[in-house]
């Protein structure tokens, strides 16, 4: 797949090709950056005329992971990413090559720019579902999505429930669905795994997750799922399950996805709803609480078929 990336533009046969500006415009490895010491890279960006006060892209565990490297993942990383980035903006969204998207993060950036290139590199459920279908089960495209429907799904039966939680709220956001998938997935994006779900991300040949990264680099609990890693092994016996993310190896325990419990009071604060108006959504003011929200699962890695 890396080289197919490389020498192609696109990591599968499936795959829009990137628009032509991700190829000729963007050079992540140029862009300057500030290294743990201090030091600029290269040095002589200390000379240049431009405000360095860079922010982030990710959430705070995220930007914790990158600190002292480049604002842009370069080499396979980043082909990787903008290569996926621009698939997806034309596949799922319609959008053509006429826009600017996606872009590059560069000291100096405005914050309109910078809010103009985060857009798009937000990944969440129905993103990670056409990434999975993309370039995991391409042929068979039989991925599947996880989640607790007594979070969010009280008020419709299980068929609509399974739409409104994956479909993708930016494509015809007037569309009363679409709005009402938009409050279903932000109700899902409150932790609410169970034992059962975990059994089955553990029993599946793929598993990416969505997770609360806040306790992840030792900070605190953010009671909201903004990260997707891959779970990689589970030891039931040991109590230790291994996901992957930045890079490297994280090991969990069950205490550790499960606890701590939220009350319907701080859903409903996380949410911005009155305990009432989450109620309607909610079969059971239990579920809430803990680490993992949602999974994507295959049994199938289709690729190379190809």
């Known amino acids: 797949m890396a080289l197919q990336l490389t020498w192609t533009g696109r990591a599968t046969h499936q795959l829009s090709f990137p628009c032509d500006y991700v190829l000729s415009d963007q050079f992540p490895g140029l862009v300057p950056y500030q290294g743990v010491s201090g030091v600029w890279r290269p040095k002589q960006a200390v000379d240049f005329d431009l405000n360095y006060s860079s922010t982030c892209g990710g959430n705070p565990a995220d930007c914790l992971a990158a ?26 969204l319609e959008q053509d090559c006429t826009n600017s998207l996606p872009g590059m993060f560069y000291p100096g950036e405005s914050p309109e720019e910078h809010a103009l290139v985060s857009a798009p590199q937000s990944q969440m459920d129905p993103e990670t579902m056409w990434m999975c279908n993309a370039v995991i089960d391409p042929v068979g495209k039989g991925c599947t999505q996880l ?31 679409s709005q009402q998938a938009q409050v279903t997935q932000a109700i899902l994006n409150i932790p609410s795994f169970t034992e059962d779900m975990l059994y089955d991300a553990c029993a599946s040949e793929v598993a990416l997750l969505g997770i609360d990264a806040g306790s992840i680099n030792g900070g605190s609990p953010g009671g909201r799922c903004d990260h997707e890693v891959a779970l990689v092994a ?32 701080d859903a409903a604060q996380k949410l911005g709803l009155s305990e ?3 109620a309607n959504y909610t079969s059971n003011a239990s579920v809430f609480g803990g680490m993992f929200c949602t999974a994507i699962l295959s049994d199938d890695i289709t690729f190379a078929t190809l």
């Not at 600190?67 to 698939?87: T, V």
Request: net charge negative; hydrophobic share 35%.
């Open 234 to 265: 589970c030891d039931h016996d040991a109590d230790n399950y291994t996901i992957w993310t930045w890079g490297m190896r994280k090991y969990l325990t069950r205490a550790d996805i499960f606890e701590p419990r939220y009350s319907l009071q």
């Open 276 to 278: 009432e108006g989450l």
């Open 147 to 177: 989640f607790n429907p007594q979070a969010a799904c009280a008020s419709v039966d299980d068929d609509t429930c399974r739409d409104l939680a994956i479909r993708n709220p930016k494509i015809h956001p007037e569309d009363p669905m």
């Open 67 to 92: 600190y002292g490297n480049p604002l842009n993942p370069f080499g396979l990383a980043g082909m990787w990413i903008q290569s996926l980035i621009s698939g997806y903006l034309q596949d799922s």
